[in-house]
Each structure stands twice: as structure tokens, then as C-alpha cells.
């Protein structure tokens, strides 16, 4: 991860910790999980924009990817939606798909990255429409929205780890 990417995570971990802080001592009244939101929003679409012809493969398949996961955050906070957990395998395979299209874009010269965005965004909106009839989705999904209830802990891991690890 470069030093710009590195500085930009850092700024949204303060936001995010700063909105959290607010919300404990009643001044604001916003649930966590917007926040959190907004920031994958808000960080999605930076790093996508300093990754966008630099070639930085990860940075740009990171950013993308915690983009369309703040969507969906979004989306499901903010939304009634009945069972949202069977939205979690297409989300994430529509995620991956948007990933490499973004992969694609970026390098017209690696058609793999088309090839995959083409077999795993047809692939999710077919699991979209089969998640009820076959048990693999069913449990797939079921399994995607534990670990999705443990979100919070993987992002505070992350920022510890990224504050460990600055070098300078």
C-alpha cells in the first residue's frame, strides 16, 4: 500500500472514530453501520480515482471493491429489505465482477480481467434468482452473513495494523 492510499485510510479511521465518539456521547444520532457506509463510500471513490492509470492493480481492486460494499451498506440500512442476507453471495460475487471490469478499464491490454467481469456478473444475478431453490446458495449466504456481523472488528483490526506499521 503507497503513502498516499496509507494517509487517505488514515484520515477515514479518524472520521470513522470521530463519528463513533459523537454517537457514544449522544451527539449525534446515526447508527454505526451508516457511518461506516459512508466512509467505504467516501474512501472507495479516492482510491479509485489516485489508482485510476497508475497501474496499481490492488489499489484500484480495493477501492472498487469497498466502494460497492458501502453501497450495500448503504442500501440495506437505509432500505426495508426482507431478507438481506441472500443478498450477500450475489453482492459479493457482482463485487468481484465489478472488480476486474474496473481491472479492465484501467489495462485494456489484460482481457483476463474482461473475461472474469463477464462470467461473475452474469453469475450473481443468476444466483440472485436461484438463491432460494438450491441449498449451496442458501448456505453460502448464510455463512457470508456471519462473518458480515463481525465486519466492525476486521475494520478495527485493520486500522490497528496500519498503525503499527507506518514508517515515518
Do not use: C, W
Given at each position: 500500500?503507497n503513502?498516499?492510499?496509507?494517509?487517505?485510510?488514515s484520515y477515514?479511521?479518524?472520521?470513522?472514530?470521530?463519528?463513533?465518539?459523537?454517537?457514544?456521547?449522544?451527539?449525534?444520532?446515526?447508527?454505526?453501520?451508516?457511518?461506516?457506509?459512508?466512509?467505504?463510500?467516501?474512501?472507495?471513490?479516492?482510491?479509485?480515482?489516485?489508482?485510476m492509470?497508475?497501474?496499481?492493480?490492488?489499489?484500484?481492486?480495493?477501492?472498487?471493491?469497498?466502494?460497492?460494499?458501502g453501497?450495500?451498506?448503504?442500501?440495506v440500512?437505509?432500505?426495508?429489505i426482507?431478507?438481506?442476507?441472500i443478498?450477500?453471495?450475489?453482492?459479493?460475487?457482482?463485487i468481484?465482477?465489478a472488480?476486474f471490469?474496473?481491472?479492465?478499464?484501467?489495462?485494456?491490454?489484460?482481457?483476463?480481467?474482461?473475461?472474469?467481469?463477464?462470467?461473475?456478473i452474469?453469475?450473481?444475478?443468476?444466483?440472485?434468482?436461484?438463491?432460494?431453490r438450491?441449498?449451496?446458495?442458501?448456505?453460502?449466504?448464510?455463512?457470508?452473513?456471519?462473518?458480515?456481523?463481525?465486519?466492525?472488528?476486521?475494520i478495527?483490526?485493520?486500522?490497528?495494523?496500519?498503525?503499527?506499521?507506518?514508517?515515518?
Amino acid at each position: 500500500m503507497n503513502k498516499r492510499h496509507q494517509s487517505l485510510l488514515s484520515y477515514i479511521f479518524i472520521l470513522v472514530a470521530l463519528a463513533y465518539v459523537l454517537k457514544l456521547t449522544g451527539v449525534i444520532h446515526i447508527s454505526v453501520t451508516i457511518v461506516i457506509a459512508y466512509a467505504f463510500l467516501f474512501y472507495g471513490v479516492l482510491s479509485v480515482y489516485v489508482s485510476m492509470g497508475t497501474h496499481q492493480r490492488a489499489g484500484l481492486f480495493l477501492g472498487t471493491t469497498i466502494f460497492l460494499t458501502g453501497v450495500i451498506l448503504f442500501v440495506v440500512e437505509n432500505y426495508t429489505i426482507i431478507q438481506p442476507s441472500i443478498l450477500v453471495f450475489p453482492s459479493v460475487l457482482f463485487i468481484l465482477g465489478a472488480g476486474f471490469l474496473m481491472l479492465y478499464i484501467d489495462d485494456h491490454l489484460n482481457t483476463i480481467f474482461l473475461y472474469s467481469a463477464l462470467i461473475l456478473i452474469p453469475l450473481s444475478v443468476l444466483s440472485m434468482l436461484f438463491v432460494r431453490r438450491f441449498a449451496v446458495f442458501g448456505l453460502a449466504n448464510r455463512l457470508a452473513a456471519g462473518l458480515a456481523d463481525y465486519y466492525p472488528v476486521f475494520i478495527i483490526l485493520l486500522g490497528v495494523y496500519l498503525l503499527l506499521n507506518r514508517k515515518g
